[in-house]
């Protein structure tokens, strides 16, 4: 692809980014006009209704934001690392596995707070990762893409078992599980955003500084190996990386589905297979689907609203649906 057709690419998607950050911080229960918003941010004034509204919207429109580049690179990483094109979080039951793991948080521990959150997540979403990658590598052929989204699969349905095992006993559990799991950007607060920052910022910089040892890694097992690329090793730090994207933003919003899914495969689609170019459009990409499937949710939910993550699956059902009939979950 030229330099020039990517990079075109790369402005149309901040373009798009940059109409919804507008929308998110006008569009809900109450309608704020523009020209309010703008004044409001630029007054940094709090004494009409409209003001505190928008204030209160920044925070939700940069969680939104960094919680799709999270999530839009986690995929694009998890597709990489497994060469399977339906590969995401919540196929390969990473996103249940943190669910899980704050579920036994909050029913034997107790925790309430977001750093307990974001640890027992995290811990959740590796171990999970392990046990996905080690079924699916059971059996002649290794980890091959179908056997890892079985894998993911099987694992997903057993944890959700689990899960509501233990929830289903204990109302309190319940009462404060039940909104977290359907994926909602609504509660996020400042105090989260600068809570989670660390840990995806960390995720992305593993993300993009193994990008060339992935793109090669593409080239196959043992091709790799004699260019001198660790594969197994390669294969952790990413995993590693993808946990830590996974597990922090499933910490604050839930279970988002499906944007780790829909956006790699829609930006490998229009600039081919390189990581370098995937995965900086998969987080624009993940941003911009996120904030608007939070804007769509508020709009057609009003006086109330639908949250994210069900918009999400909404749409992103058929997408797999059709990814997994042209692609017949074949490698990448």
Known sequence: MKSSRFTGIIFISIV?????????????????????????????????VNQVVVFERIPRTIFGMI?????GVSGALMQAITRNPIADPSILGVNTGASLAVVIGIAFFSIGSLNAFIWFAIGGAA?????????GSIGPGGPTPIKLALAGAATSA???????????P????????????????????????STVLPFLIIGLGVSFALAPALDILALGEELASGLGVKTNTIRVI????????????????????????????????????????????????????????????????????LEAGIITAFIGAPILIMIARKAKVKML
């Open 16 to 48: 798009g980014l940059g109409l919804c950050i507008p929308l998110s911080l006008t569009l809900g229960a109450r309608v704020i006009p523009l020209n309010e918003t703008i004044e409001a941010i630029f007054s940094n004034q709090r004494t009409t």
């Open 170 to 193: 204990r109302t309190e559990v319940m009462n404060l599980f039940r909104f977290w799991q359907v994926g909602s950007i609504s509660g996020a607060t400042w105090e989260g955003i």
């Open 158 to 168: 057993a944890l959700s078992s689990l899960v509501s095992a233990i929830m289903l």
């Open 67 to 71: 919680s799709g580049m999270a999530l």
């Open 238 to 305: 990413g995993a590693t990386g993808g946990v830590l994207l996974t597990g922090a933003t499933t910490a604050i919003a839930g279970p988002i589905g499906f944007v780790g899914l829909m956006v790699p495969h829609i930006v490998r689609l229009a600039v081919g297979s390189s990581l370098k170019r995937v995965l900086p459009l998969s987080a624009i990409g993940g941003a911009t689907l996120l904030l608007g499937a939070d804007v769509i949710g508020r709009v057609l939910g009003r006086p109330s609203e």
């Open 127 to 135: 171990v999970t990762a392990l046990a996905v990658y080690t079924i």
